[in-house]
C-alpha cells in the first residue's frame, strides 16, 4: 500500500513563491513515477510536472519556467517550487505516484490534495 500526503498550499500574492511537498510512505520502491496535478474548480485535472525514477523530468507548459519539481529520495519526499505565481495557478494541487509492472498493468496512487490560492 502506498500513502501520499501534500502540504505546503495557502494563499500567496501574484509574483510570489510556494513550495509543496508531497510525502510518500509505503512500499515506495515499487513507484516508477511522480507528478503533481491541478484541478481548478468547474475545470479538469490537469498535469503539471512529473519525474521518474531515474528518468528526466516533464513539465506542461503553462509552467515551464516558473515551477520545478524535485525529489528527496532519501526522505520520500517529491517537492513542487513554484515560483512567479499567477492567480490561474489558483487550484488544488494533487500529488499521484504510478507504478508500472512487466504486464502493463498500471496502478495510480493519489494524495488528497493541497489548496493554492494567488491573488490578484
Known amino acids: 500500500q502506498v500513502r501520499l500526503v501534500e502540504s505546503g498550499g495557502g494563499l500567496v500574492q501574484a509574483g510570489g513563491s510556494l513550495r509543496l511537498s508531497c510525502a510518500v510512505s509505503?512500499?515506495?520502491?515499487?513507484?516508477?513515477?511522480m507528478g503533481w496535478y491541478r484541478q481548478a474548480p468547474g475545470e479538469q485535472r490537469e498535469l503539471v510536472a512529473t519525474i521518474p525514477s531515474g528518468g528526466t523530468t516533464n513539465y506542461a507548459d503553462y509552467v515551464k519556467g516558473r515551477f520545478t519539481i524535485s525529489r528527496d529520495s532519501a526522505k520520500n519526499t517529491v517537492y513542487l517550487q513554484m515560483n512567479s505565481l499567477k492567480p490561474e495557478d489558483t487550484a488544488v494541487y494533487y500529488c499521484?505516484?504510478?507504478?508500472?509492472?512487466?504486464?502493463?498493468?498500471?496502478?495510480?496512487?493519489w494524495g488528497q490534495g493541497t489548496q493554492v490560492t494567488v491573488s490578484s
Open positions: 509505503g512500499t515506495t520502491f515499487r513507484i516508477n513515477v
Open positions: 499521484r505516484g504510478s507504478t508500472r509492472y512487466s504486464d502493463g498493468t498500471v496502478y495510480y496512487y
